[in-house]
């Protein structure tokens, strides 16, 4: 059975660096595409930033230029970087992996307090 589990969130100040990580229990390559997405409160979930199993990255535009998705493939990680940070960046952050199924994984919440 396929996991994804994040790592990475907490409590920050919009200076603070910031990294998520996303662990599967296969390999990265096995999915087409993964990704992050988040949901704020009393929001419906939205995207944040994929990348395909080539490397070719897509952003929201609310994100774009300041946050960063790679891979990992010796660690089979994919990683958030989270720059200039808002309140309204303020959710639970999910990792998404696609192949034929769709997996999530549980979530970790981001805090960004001024």
């Known amino acids: 059975q396929v996991q994804l589990v994040e790592s990475g969130g907490g409590l920050v100040q919009p200076g603070d660096p910031l990294r998520l990580s996303c662990a599967t229990s296969?390999?990265?390559?096995?999915?087409?595409?993964m990704g992050w997405y988040r949901q704020a409160p009393g929001k419906q979930r939205e995207l944040v930033a994929t990348?395909?199993?080539?490397?070719?990255?897509n952003y929201a535009d609310y994100v774009r230029g300041r946050f960063t998705i790679s891979r990992d493939n010796a660690e089979d990680t994919i990683d958030l970087e989270m720059n200039s940070r808002q309140s309204e960046d303020t959710a639970v952050y999910y990792c998404?992996?696609?192949?034929?199924?769709?997996?999530w994984g549980q979530g970790t919440q981001v805090t960004v307090t001024s």
């Open positions: 998404h992996a696609r192949r034929v199924l769709t997996y």
């Open positions: 296969t390999s990265i390559d096995f999915f087409y595409t």
């Open positions: 990348i395909t199993s080539g490397g070719k990255t």
